[in-house]
């Protein structure tokens, strides 16, 4: 038998000068997701150091749970202020790097920002700028790994943020603000628990789901969640930023009652 030699041009790439051949709207994806991400960026920022955060029963979203002395009596969760009186920064500097953490860490957001921020790539069938792939196994990216513990965190924020909502919904009379914060409680749940290490952790390891009914169901349910991941992704980052603006707005004195 002889053994034939490949032939060197064809183990070599096509060499295409542009970079890509796409003739549709390509870029038009993640230059909307850039927008989005960006002015949920720059809206953090600005309510991080807002002070108009609370008016009984309303506590902004970005900045609950407020845990230092400094803060208004009402608005400290369930009258706790372990930081005292040494803490006189913004109670959003405190918790915003939890729930902020398993945002960056989300693998949604991971692909979002990969292709609007990185172009890396931009799109299917777009040549991306970087020649150079090491995925996530180096530094800083590697840090992507510690998402699971992130998810932990959030579950502690969307129960914080669904007790102020639960404090709204009591109080007598229940203004548009109420509703505001139930929705957003619920979209960030959703998210929450339909992250992908959730729905690991609930049944992601069993061999027979027949003998963990209880997982099965509580994984089937998590995997309907997970199916709308993506969408519950956005629809729970607008729902917090509106509702922090609704109460910030509120607190200055813009929007007012009755019709808060």
């Known amino acids: 038998m002889t053994q034939t030699t490949p032939d060197p041009v064809r183990r070599q790439r096509a060499q295409v000068k542009v970079r890509t051949l796409r003739t549709d709207r390509w870029w038009l994806a993640p230059l909307l997701t850039f927008l989005g991400l960006s002015s949920f960026l720059v809206y953090g920022v600005w309510a991080i150091f807002d002070t108009s955060y609370f008016v009984d029963p309303y506590i902004a979203p970005f900045s609950s749970p407020c845990l230092a002395t400094s803060c208004p009596e009402g608005a400290r969760f369930l009258g706790w202020a372990p ?4 803490y006189t920064l913004p109670p959003g500097l405190l918790i915003l790097g939890l ?5 960056l860490t989300c693998y949604y957001y991971r692909k979002s920002y990969y292709r609007s921020f990185w172009l890396s790539p931009a799109a299917c069938a777009v040549q991306e700028p970087h020649g150079k792939y090491t995925g996530e196994t180096r530094f800083p990216l590697i840090v992507q790994n510690v998402h699971r513990y992130f998810f932990y965190f959030a579950i ?15 109080h007598k009379p229940i203004g548009l603000g ?11 749940l959703g998210y929450t628990f339909g992250c992908h290490s959730c729905r690991h952790i609930t049944a992601g390891r069993l061999n027979h789901f027949s003998r ?8 089937t349910f998590v995997s309907k969640l997970n199916a709308r991941h993506q969408q519950l992704a956005w629809a729970s980052m607008f729902s917090v930023m509106g ?18």
């Open 178 to 188: 109420t509703w505001i914060l139930v929705l957003n409680a619920v979209l960030i």
């Open 212 to 219: 963990h009914p209880v997982r099965y169901r509580a994984w």
């Open 83 to 86: 930081f005292g009186d040494w």
């Open 99 to 103: 729930p902020g953490g398993f945002r």
């Open 156 to 170: 502690l924020i969307g129960g914080v943020l669904t007790y102020d909502a639960i404090l709204a919904l009591i």
């Open 243 to 260: 509702a922090d603006l609704y109460v910030r707005l509120v607190a200055k004195g813009i929007i007012a009652f009755p019709f808060a």
